[in-house]
């Protein structure tokens, strides 16, 4: 059959070398339609790393088939972990899963906080919150680390600069690899808990008590790093109101560290701006690397 396959998803199968997946994909929902009684449906539309598309399991209950692009690393087995140790509590309840396949079956949500277009201030204490009820205590779960993190996105902002020939300036880069160092440096393991990777207003979904997050990384790391990911949506609006205000905010509306959450922010603004431009998702790619740079020009800084 023939596959709507979103073109986001199909240039990052391309840029992972996974061809193959994509040409084995119409078999590869075939057999988990068989192996796990389900009917898979139309695609959904708004994934980015992975073909998602509603299903339905033979007692009639709605869900939704996760097939994640095959690329370095374990991003199937760690979202597994991280779904497992929530168990439903600000996250989607996991129902089925095969880590070899890179595929999940999950509990289907309602509409996206993009979808039902609240005010920034209201989407940031709803981002908060769902975030709050999934950081815990997860020793020896075999997640990687927020130093792992701070290392790998290091090595991320230097090679896709270089190959997209540079888009903003080396002493943005030099900021942010900066911070970067300091967070890989400042990782604590008793401080680390369980922490989403990527709360933002695409993976937050209604659900029958509120919200709950979809399509965790899955880290042990500064709670704060969620709150980082806050500041790196938004970039006009961030411009707008204040960077240092949003920081302060996040910081007051959580108990957190407000240097913690700027260096966060640094770092995932710049690498998520150069992975967007690389992959074709515009304008945001050029916003993120533009409020980078910015912020790096006129010197702001959280003391």
């Known amino acids: 059959m023939a596959l709507a396959v979103p073109d986001t998803v199909r240039r990052k199968a391309e840029i992972a070398g996974a061809q193959q ?11 988990l339609e068989r ?5 898979v449906g139309r695609p959904l539309s708004g994934a980015t790393e992975a073909y998602v598309a509603e299903a339905r399991t033979a007692d009639g209950e709605p869900a939704v088939l996760k097939l994640i692009v095959p690329r370095d690393g374990a991003a199937a087995a760690n979202e597994i972990t991280v779904l497992r140790l929530a168990d439903g509590d600000g996250c989607a309840r996991l129902l089925r899963d095969d880590v070899d396949r ?3 079956l999950l509990q289907r949500l309602g509409r996206s906080l993009y979808e039902l277009d609240l005010p920034i201030r209201r989407r940031h204490e709803i981002l908060c919150d769902v975030a709050a009820r999934i950081w815990r205590r997860a020793p020896d779960c075999g997640l990687p680390t927020g130093a792992d993190k701070g290392r790998w996105l290091a090595e991320f902002i230097v090679t896709t600069w270089e190959s997209l020939g540079r888009p903003c300036s080396e002493r943005t880069v030099d900021h942010a690899l900066a911070c970067a160092a300091h967070r890989t440096a400042a ?3 008793e401080r680390a808990r369980l922490v989403h ?8 979904l209604e659900a029958a008590t509120g919200f709950a997050l979809v399509d965790p990384d899955g880290l042990l790391a500064d709670p704060e790093y969620d709150l980082g990911i806050i500041m790196r949506e938004d970039p006009v ?7 240092l205000a949003r920081a302060r905010w996040l910081a ?17 603004r710049l690498s998520t701006g150069l992975l967007a431009i690389a992959v074709g998702l515009q304008p945001v790619g050029d916003q993120m ?3 980078a740079e910015w912020i790096v020009e006129h010197g702001i800084h959280i003391g």
């Open 21 to 31: 997946w994509l040409d084995e994909l119409p078999a590869l929902i075939a057999g």
């Open 35 to 39: 192996d796990w009684a389900i009917t």
């Open 102 to 104: 890179n595929a999940l």
């Open 187 to 189: 990782h604590d393991d």
């Open 197 to 204: 990777g990527d709360v933002h207003q695409w993976n937050t």
């Open 237 to 243: 609006e961030l411009l707008r109101d204040g960077p």
């Open 252 to 268: 007051a509306r959580t108990g957190l560290d407000a240097a913690t959450i700027w260096e966060w922010g640094i770092i995932e």
């Open 289 to 291: 690397v533009h409020a």
